[in-house]
């Protein structure tokens, strides 16, 4: 039977990230300065009151592998440049793809047009936020390995070893296999004098084991998250590969002969595997203060956590300390300066369980009366417009705290819950139902095998309300994803969600068998 000892398999840890890299030679031979130049000249004899330019180069590579057979190998560049400007207090943007002085400069006259075509039914004028001018600066995110120098022969060498090694195992039918890599490049500069130019690297390795048997069937997958490092994560820097491959049979064959879950009310112990994800859908989401406002109500719904609430609400129980953070070790949403030329910072969310902050950009931030964004405007291309984007929001360990046994030892009958699977939370981020990768029954402070069929229910309140502990440093890892939708039209965002593991008293858990009729 697994044991939570064995969480020292799959926990990051610090290692050498190796000699600062430098900047895609391929990116910084462009014409970067002089396209910017002409843009911003063009947007300023034009007479707007805020102008910034955006150069971006997208690179990405996606594997997929199904019983160790190459299935998909897909590889995009994604280059072009934008103009944003403000004019008579109301946002123009344009994008173009054409790399010459003359090109940047048409798409300065279009941003403005779009500014002056829009300026007769704009309610609301356009001011943003002060930020200090940065000069020029260069940033570049923390890996060893950049994985577009690895081989593609060898990247799916690796993933078939893997595929096969639990392909050999009597108890796996199918294996799939993924691994998706990003290289985003970009150049900003605006009107007022800052110019930045940034790297950043980020790999999502994941491997699926499928078992069937007597007309039933289960999952079981890498607890690996996606991570900013580079081609070293797949090959055994912050993450033993090898030992976690090895555990998957068992854990599956457990998993697909244990017994249905009994639904009722049990104190649950989350590993961070499975938390990262409550948190990005019921503190991520609902502190962004544009969603808070209602600018997200048309699409991605709203937010119980209204304005009205800063400072007043009691979001969760007095162990509960959420910070956004965009300078985080490896985070997927760490930068060096966002897309407004705001330079990256850390913010208190959630402090002794108040609610205290939200997520901002330039716009909001104003708008709201803050002295300053705190740097979450993100655009996934330069084709796209920047949106408030989440941070990484993460819940902060106990300096002195438990480790995951000891918190399994303070509950007498319970459950554990490893591993993120499905999700549903309501459009103002009140209601939730999440489920998982497995779960263990507690009893006496014990783990007493698997069990299967189960989700918890709460509301975002009553579920922060009833966590009674938070585990220490030891238990904390960074969890995240690829793919956070936002925005009309839809752009998806990087973002990481550390957390500890962390006990949780009277939680309402579903037999989601039963739930669905079966």
């Not at 941003?111 to 001011?127: F, G, K, T, Y």
């Not at 698997?450 to 009674?468: C, G, L």
Request: one cysteine or more.
């Amino acid at each position: 039977m697994w044991h939570p000892d064995k969480i020292s398999h799959v926990r990051l840890y610090a290692g050498r990230f190796g000699d600062v890299h430098q900047i895609d030679p391929s990116f910084t031979a462009l014409p970067l300065r002089t396209l910017a130049d002409a843009a911003l000249a063009r947007a300023r004899e034009l007479g707007v009151a805020h102008a910034d330019f955006r150069l971006e180069r997208i690179r990405s590579q996606t594997l997929r592998l199904h019983d160790a057979h190459l299935r998909t190998a897909m590889d995009a560049d994604d280059l072009g440049l934008s103009v944003r400007v403000v004019k008579d207090g109301t946002w123009g943007f344009a994008a173009g793809v054409d790399l010459t002085p003359q090109g940047a400069a048409r798409v300065a006259e279009q941003a403005v047009r779009v500014a002056e075509v829009a300026r007769p039914v704009n309610r609301e004028p356009i001011e943003l936020a002060p930020e200090p001018v940065h000069g020029e600066r260069t940033w570049v995110s923390a890996y060893e390995v950049d994985p577009f120098q690895v081989a593609t022969t060898e990247k799916v060498a690796l993933l078939e070893e893997w595929s096969r090694r639990l392909l050999a195992d009597d108890r796996v039918d199918h294996v799939d296999a993924t691994l998706l890599q990003v290289k985003e490049n970009k150049f900003y500069a605006d009107l007022a004098g800052t110019v930045t130019t940034q790297q950043r690297v980020r790999v999502h390795p994941a491997v699926e084991a499928v078992a069937v048997a007597d007309g039933r069937f289960d999952t079981m997958r890498t607890l690996a998250p996606p991570v900013g490092r580079g081609y070293e994560w797949l090959t055994g820097t912050g993450w033993d590969w090898d030992a976690e491959l090895a555990e998957l049979p068992s854990l599956l064959a457990e998993k697909l002969a244990a017994p249905s879950v009994e639904a009722g009310v049990h104190d649950v112990v989350i590993d961070p595997s499975n938390l990262w994800l409550t948190i990005h859908e019921s503190i991520g989401h609902a502190t962004e203060l544009d969603r808070a406002l209602g600018y997200e109500a048309a699409y991605a719904g709203t937010s119980f956590a209204t304005p009205d609430k800063l400072g007043e609400l009691r979001y969760g129980s007095p162990v509960m300390h959420v910070t956004g953070d965009r300078t985080a070790e490896h985070g997927l949403a760490t930068i060096g300066y966002d897309d407004e030329g705001v330079q990256a910072q850390e913010f208190d969310i959630i402090t002794g369980g108040m609610f205290t902050g939200y997520q901002l950009d330039r716009r909001i931030a104003r708008l709201t009366g803050q002295e300053r964004s705190n740097g979450c405007a993100f655009a996934d291309s330069a084709a796209g417009m920047p949106l408030q984007r989440m941070a990484n929001v993460s819940l902060r360990p106990a300096p002195d705290g438990p480790s995951t046994e000891e918190l399994i030892a303070g509950v007498e009958r319970g459950l554990f819950i490893v591993g993120d699977k499905s999700w549903s939370i309501d459009m103002q981020r009140y209601n939730f139902q999440f489920t998982g990768q497995r779960f263990y029954r507690i009893e006496g402070g014990r783990l007493a095998g698997q069990v299967r069929d189960v989700a918890y229910q709460a509301t975002t309140t009553d579920f922060w309300n009833s966590m009674e502990a938070v585990g220490g440093p030891q238990t904390y890892v960074l969890g995240g994803a690829f793919n956070c939708g936002k925005g009309q039209p839809g752009q998806v965002a990087p973002v990481s969600h550390g957390c500890p593991s962390a006990l949780f008293r009277g939680v309402n858990i579903l037999n989601a068998l039963k739930e669905a009729g079966q």
